[in-house]
C-alpha cells in the first residue's frame, strides 16, 4: 500500500489526537467524512496504526520516579535472551525495552512510586537475574521534550 500526503496528514492528525471524529478529519483534509473514516479503516486494517491509548501522567497516579536502565548481558545465548525479555514483559513498572548495539544489550525505561521501588527493582528484581552481568540506571530529572508524534 502507497501512502498519499493526506494519508499521512490523516497520521499526523491522528497522532495529535486519536479522538478525533470522522467529521473532524473530513474537515482538517478536505474529504467528506465517509471519505476519512474510510481512510482511516483503511490505515487501521493495513497496520499503519497499532492502536489508540490514553496519555496518563505519570505522576497524577503515584509514579513519581522515570528511569532508563541499561543492562549488559552475562552471555550471548537465545536463553538467557528469552529469559530476559520474559522478564521485562513480567514487570509492569518497566515500561519500554529495547535492544542496543553499544556498550549495553538492553536499554528498559521505568516508572517507579519512589526510589526505593526503583532501587526494589535494581536489586531484586534485575541484578540477581542469571542472565544479567551488569546494570546502569538513570534517573529522569525533568523531561524537556515529551514523546512526539513520528514526523510524518
Not at 120 to 127: D, F, K, S, Y
Request: aromatic residues 4%; proline residues 5%.
Amino acid at each position: 500500500m502507497t501512502l498519499d500526503d493526506t494519508d499521512l496528514k490523516l497520521l499526523a492528525a491522528l497522532q495529535r489526537d486519536a479522538n478525533l471524529t470522522a467529521q473532524i478529519l473530513s474537515d482538517r483534509l478536505n474529504l467528506s467524512a465517509s471519505q476519512a473514516g474510510r481512510r482511516k479503516q483503511r490505515l487501521e486494517a493495513a497496520g499503519y496504526i497499532r492502536g489508540y491509548h490514553a496519555d496518563v501522567v505519570p505522576e497524577m497516579i503515584g509514579l513519581t520516579v522515570q528511569a532508563f536502565i541499561q543492562i549488559v548481558m552475562a552471555t550471548h545465548t537465545e536463553k538467557n535472551a528469552r529469559d530476559f525479555v520474559r522478564l521485562t514483559r513480567s514487570q509492569p513498572e518497566i515500561v519500554g525495552a529495547w535492544t542496543l548495539t553499544g556498550d549495553a544489550d538492553y536499554l528498559l525505561r521505568v516508572y517507579c512510586a519512589d526510589l526505593t521501588a526503583l532501587n526494589t527493582m535494581v536489586q531484586q528484581v534485575l541484578l540477581p537475574h542469571p542472565a544479567v552481568s551488569r546494570v546502569q540506571s538513570q534517573i529522569v530529572m525533568e523531561r524537556v521534550k515529551p514523546d512526539a508524534p513520528l514526523p510524518v
